[in-house]
């Protein structure tokens, strides 16, 4: 079936499941330290999602992103995956996820044999107690096992590093050239002013055309119409031949070709990642609707889905654009 168009003409190929609210980190620019996760009743089952994401494939999507929280702490979350991937060639082209890393090493050759060919895995730096203090308790060894064993299991890795002022600013650089050596491309992302934010947060927002500049002093980037649906923008690295991306949502507003939807865990509906304009899907299904009006549902809300977001940082409030935080709306 022909994806579904939404009012400005964008065909909606790419959708962003998040499995879980919960994480077994607590990164600094995504969540506080003391969350309050939500409560069972509230969260959609795994029948449930299955559901809801088969109905997106039937209207044209083409890509499905499974994100959380960290999706890998789900309790049997697998099993999504296995019977998600029974839809690869049935309409659906991708499956793959957005990870910490924590529990790659556990889960890799399930997710290979699955039909998940690379994994987005989020990184932020190299240093053990650097990665201690943004991620407020994680181990970064636990995270470079995990990758070990994604790339024994065949898949492919990229690598997505938030680019913080202050804090990792400096090895930007030598994570681009650990990322060549090791065979990952590279993708480097602004902060959002996402969930509650404090004034050491807003002053660790670093524009990616200041780190690009500096990357062009050591390394040539070449350019390419490389995408991967998504809407980062790809250089090749010729030193090391593989890829960097940037993604600018502060900086280079990229909503003209945006192509994705994001499913929450509690079945909501965010037809833009900078707008709180949402659909309740989770009604729709716990009500018994069918799969015609399930889809339905779906189609009216890309109807309404806006022309883009429209962040900003408000450095006297430390005021976030959109009260939810990154958790929740899955990436």
């Known amino acids: 079936m022909s994806a579904v168009i939404d009012p400005f003409g964008r065909a909606i190929t790419y959708l962003r499941v998040s499995v879980t609210d919960r994480c077994d980190l607590r990164c600094v620019y995504c969540m506080a330290e003391d969350m309050n996760f939500l409560p069972r009743a509230e969260i959609l089952s795994l029948d449930e999602i299955e559901r809801l994401a088969c109905a997106f494939v039937r209207l044209g999507v083409r890509k499905l992103r499974i994100t959380g929280g960290e999706p890998l702490v789900r309790r049997n979350v697998v099993s999504l995956f296995q019977r998600l991937g029974t839809q690869l060639g049935q309409?659906?082209?991708?499956?793959?996820?957005?990870?910490?890393?924590?529990?790659?090493?556990?889960?890799?050759?399930?997710?290979?044999?699955?039909?998940?060919?690379?994994?987005?895995?989020?990184?932020?730096?190299?240093?053990?107690?650097?990665?201690?203090?943004?991620?407020?308790?994680?181990?970064?060894?636990?995270?470079?096992?995990?990758?070990?064993?994604?790339?024994?299991?065949?898949?492919?890795?990229?690598?997505?590093?938030?680019?913080?002022?202050?804090?990792?600013?400096?090895?930007?650089?030598?994570?681009?050239?650990?990322?060549?050596?090791?065979?990952?491309?590279?993708?480097?992302?602004?902060?959002?002013?996402?969930?509650?934010?404090?004034?050491?947060?807003?002053?660790?927002?670093?524009?990616?055309?200041?780190?690009?500049?500096?990357?062009?002093?050591?390394?040539?980037?070449?350019?390419?119409?490389?995408?991967?649906?998504?809407?980062?923008?790809?250089?090749?690295?010729?030193?090391?031949?593989?890829?960097?991306?940037?993604?600018?949502?502060?900086?280079?507003?990229?909503?003209?070709?945006?192509?994705?939807?994001?499913?929450?865990?509690?079945?909501?509906?965010?037809?833009?990642?900078?707008?709180?304009?949402s659909a309740d899907l989770r009604t729709v299904l716990r009500r018994g609707a069918d799969d015609a009006e399930l889809e339905q549902a779906v189609r009216d809300a890309i109807a309404r889905k806006p022309r883009g977001h429209d962040f900003v940082i408000d450095r006297r409030r430390g005021a976030p654009s959109v009260s939810r935080h990154m958790s929740l709306t899955g990436g």
Not at 108 to 115: P, R
Not at 191 to 203: F, H, L, N, S, Y
Not at 229 to 241: I, K
Request: with cysteine; charged share 25%.
């Open 91 to 277: 309409g659906l082209d991708e499956l793959t996820l957005t990870t910490n890393g924590t529990q790659l090493a556990r889960f890799a050759d399930a997710l290979a044999a699955a039909g998940v060919r690379r994994v987005n895995v989020s990184l932020d730096t190299l240093d053990a107690a650097r990665f201690a203090r943004i991620t407020r308790w994680g181990r970064i060894e636990t995270v470079f096992q995990g990758l070990r064993a994604a790339r024994a299991a065949g898949l492919a890795v990229k690598i997505n590093t938030v680019a913080l002022r202050g804090e990792n600013e400096d090895e930007i650089s030598d994570l681009l050239a650990w990322c060549g050596e090791q065979g990952f491309d590279l993708c480097l992302i602004e902060t959002m002013p996402m969930g509650d934010i404090d004034a050491a947060r807003v002053d660790q927002y670093l524009p990616l055309s200041l780190v690009r500049a500096r990357l062009r002093q050591r390394f040539t980037l070449d350019e390419t119409d490389y995408s991967t649906g998504g809407p980062a923008r790809y250089f090749v690295v010729r030193e090391t031949g593989r890829r960097v991306g940037f993604i600018t949502p502060m900086t280079h507003n990229f909503c003209e070709s945006c192509n994705r939807v994001r499913l929450t865990v509690t079945g909501t509906l965010y037809l833009c990642l900078g707008q709180d304009d």
